[in-house]
């Protein structure tokens, strides 16, 4: 038994043929001249191009793994990257956004100060540029206060105009900020004449709505709808000529004897942050009895000394 397994054993697969060492020679002398020979003579180019094409599909199967794995870390790679760069970019063009805003708001304010300097170059009386703090804590009054008081020599009494026309009047005087009841408070009243004919009136704020209006005129009063409203000056407050308001309605009743008359005031009552503090006119005042004899001394005295020179 055990000379059938020894036996067995002996008689292997691989003892046929020649030996390994024999082997890796032939094979080795065969790598070499096909070396020189392709070296040499270029002839194995057209096998090894045939081996390289048929090759190519296994490396590809081959590579498969590296280039997927590959290629999905620079898709999540570029996607986080754009997913940052959307951000930033959706972030920038809000700023953007807010400084564009900040600059019309910027240059329409620019844009209403050069208008206003031009109304306060027109106007005859000098002129001080105040900036609306807030409206007045009455949600029923038309009033808004202002940046300057009597720190600043504001005084009661002094109108308040835009570009455009009269906006309303200085009422009340604080050290540091001033109250300006506008024209469409009920309370304000304006001495105004219509500028196609001079005819002279009184315009009252309505308070419920921002308009004015011409009350206990005749029914036949000469005002027709589009007629322009100016101050007339006979108060001595508002200086002559500044544009009040637009004659929108004018109402006649067979049963009354006045006409109800409504105007739309020009100015921009609430639209505007800056406004224009006009000084009262000066009314020329006669030269007491002290200044006339103060005055008539030297006429008397400088004939006399002409004399005496002569």
Do not use: C, W
């Not at 065969?30 to 090759?55: K, M």
């Not at 007629?227 to 500044?242: C, E, F």
């Amino acid at each position: 038994m055990s000379r059938a397994l020894e036996h067995q054993h002996h008689t292997g697969f691989f003892v046929r043929g020649p030996s390994p060492t024999a082997r890796l020679f032939f094979f080795s002398v065969l790598s070499l001249v096909l070396i020189a020979t392709d070296a040499r003579l270029n002839y194995l180019v057209e096998v090894r191009q045939g081996f390289i094409a048929l090759l190519h599909p296994l490396q590809i199967i081959a590579n498969a793994p590296l280039n997927l794995t590959r290629d999905i870390g620079e898709y999540l790679h570029k996607q986080t990257t754009l997913t940052e760069e959307n951000h930033a970019l959706r972030q920038q063009a809000l700023e953007h956004a807010a400084e564009l805003q900040r600059f019309k708001a910027l240059s329409t304010e620019n844009e209403r100060l050069r208008s206003l300097l031009g109304a306060a170059q027109l106007s005859s009386q000098p002129a001080r540029l105040v900036e609306i703090l807030h409206m007045g804590r009455d949600p029923f009054s038309h009033k808004i206060i202002v940046n300057l008081g009597s720190r600043q020599n504001i005084t009661p009494g002094q109108a308040a105009i835009d570009e455009n026309g009269v906006v309303g009047q200085v009422t009340r005087v604080y050290p540091f900020s001033s109250e300006v009841t506008l024209i469409t408070d009920k309370e304000l009243s304006i001495p105004v004449q219509v500028e196609r004919n001079g005819l002279r009136a009184i315009a009252f704020g309505q308070g419920r709505s921002t308009t004015v209006e011409l009350p206990s005129l005749p029914a036949n009063v000469d005002i027709r709808v589009g007629d322009k409203l100016v101050t007339s000056g006979i108060d001595g407050i508002y200086p002559h000529g500044l544009a009040v308001a637009e004659v929108i309605q004018v109402d006649t009743d067979a049963d009354s004897p006045f006409a109800h008359i409504i105007g739309k005031p020009i100015a921009g009552i609430e639209h505007h942050r800056q406004l224009l503090l006009v000084s009262i006119p000066q009314v020329d005042r006669p030269a007491d009895s002290n200044t006339v004899k103060a005055t008539r001394t030297p006429k008397k005295t400088i004939p006399a000394q002409r004399h005496d020179n002569h």
